[in-house]
């Protein structure tokens, strides 16, 4: 894996807890990261109050960060609510 790509993969899952520990109100993480011979898969999940998804665009540029590191690097990056938010990355490992 590239150097670029471990950084972008640090610094969107940096900025993921972040935006828990800020916003989130959880008290609970899950972290989940596994990999097989094409693709890494992360998933972050709180049990924190969620996010509202219309206002997505009202945010920081945090997830706006997020999402151009992970298409830079030919990831992709999803966000949702589960009891809470739910964070999940993939990335493709044969693009090195």
């Known amino acids: ?3 670029e790509k471990r950084r972008n993969i640090f610094l ?4 993921t807890l972040n935006n828990i520990l800020k916003h989130a109100q959880a008290s609970e993480v899950k972290i ?3 990999a097989d011979e094409n693709k890494l898969y992360i998933t972050i999940r709180d049990n924190g109050v ?3 998804l219309k206002k997505l665009r009202r945010f920081g540029n945090g997830l706006n ?3 151009k590191r992970m298409q830079n ?3 992709d ?6 009891n809470g938010t ?3 990355f993939e990335v493709n490992l044969e693009s090195d």
Do not use: A, H, Q, Y
């Not at 969107?12 to 900025?15: G, L, V």
């Not at 990056?77 to 589960?82: E, K, L, R, S, Y």
């Open 65 to 67: 960060n997020i999402k």
């Open 86 to 88: 739910l964070v999940c």
């Open 32 to 34: 989940t990261m596994r």
């Open 77 to 82: 990056f999803v966000i949702g609510n589960d």
């Open 12 to 15: 969107s899952f940096k900025e």
């Open 50 to 52: 969620g996010i509202d």
């Open 73 to 75: 690097i030919d990831g």
């Open 1 to 3: 894996m590239s150097g």
